[in-house]
């Protein structure tokens, strides 16, 4: 080799080198393995490496954040506080109305108002698959799937069903990048073997209602709260031994205790479909009712044009 080139390749090989492990760092698993942040630098190598403690559950979509204040050059998605009503937002930030009219122009908080009381629907509609249309959220929730069944036979012979099926669904990927909100079909989770946490607890929801009645165990949709983190959420719920509410959390293991607060605006299963006026419309949701009723009054519509009186 030209001694030139030699001398060339020995200047750009530590670049080339230095390159090649920071693309390579973002994409193996291990740099996925933890929602852990406040972190000194040192302190995140040991966190992500195999060399770290178990992984400490924080049920977060992005999983960006864990990078937030490591790597300045790295992008962070960031989450916009919701609050219910601005006088909820003026005692948070202990200010004024104009100071917080100010954040909600600029983009910094967000407010969400409406009935928080849950109303039961025939069924909600949601454009959650790709295609520009609205589809039955109730469909999605499959028991009858044959795989489905199938791993539902073999799960309820553990001691404990609901734990054996929060464990084997837990055991896949948490984390798939998405552009925009995909639910996925049970099928589709378990082809994939990976999933957020809307595939999981739809997933999860469809194993267990093989043996619990339609009464005793929802997809619930809603927000988690965190400190001051909000982020849209998917949870199961199901009744507890002492006839409460019990949250399964299908992207944690049943040994971890929930964390954070949960705050629901929806819920619905295969049979029963419940949301709030704020879950309707933070969620982009439709009534079937109110679709047959467009329906009709485009199909009218049409009719009146091509017969006019």
Known sequence: MEPERVKELKRVAPRLFLGLLAVESFALPIFRSGGRTGLSFMGWLVNHTVFGPPVEYVPVEDYARELEGTFPWYP???????????????????TDQVAV?????????????????LQ?????????????????IRSLVQPDDPEVRDIARVLVQAPDFITAAQEFVNSFTT????????WAEPKETLAETAGDCDD??????????NYIPPDKVYCAFGLWKMGDKTTGH??????????????????AG?????????????????????ATDIGLREFDLKPVEMAEVMAKEVTYGNKNK???I
């Not at 009219?101 to 009381?117: C, F, P």
Request: a negative charge; hydrophobic letters at 30%; proline letters at 2%.
């Open 76 to 94: 962070v998605k960031e989450s916009t506080q919701t609050f219910r009503t601005m006088e909820e937002a003026m005692a948070y930030f202990k």
């Open 101 to 117: 009219k100010e954040m909600l122009k600029n983009g910094a908080i967000s407010i969400v108002a409406g009935d928080s009381k």
């Open 120 to 136: 039961q629907y025939d069924d909600l509609l949601a454009d959650v698959r790709y295609d520009q249309k609205y589809h039955s």
């Open 175 to 182: 984390y798939r990048s998405e552009v925009g909100d995909y």
């Open 200 to 209: 999981k607890s739809i997933l999860l929801c469809s194993i267990l209602r």
């Open 234 to 251: 998917m949870w199961d719920i199901t009744e507890g031994e002492d006839g409460d509410d019990r949250i399964l959390e299908a992207t």
């Open 254 to 274: 049943p040994e971890k205790s929930s964390r954070g607060k949960y705050i629901l605006h929806g819920m619905f299963n295969d049979q029963y479909c419940f």
């Open 306 to 308: 091509s017969n006019p």
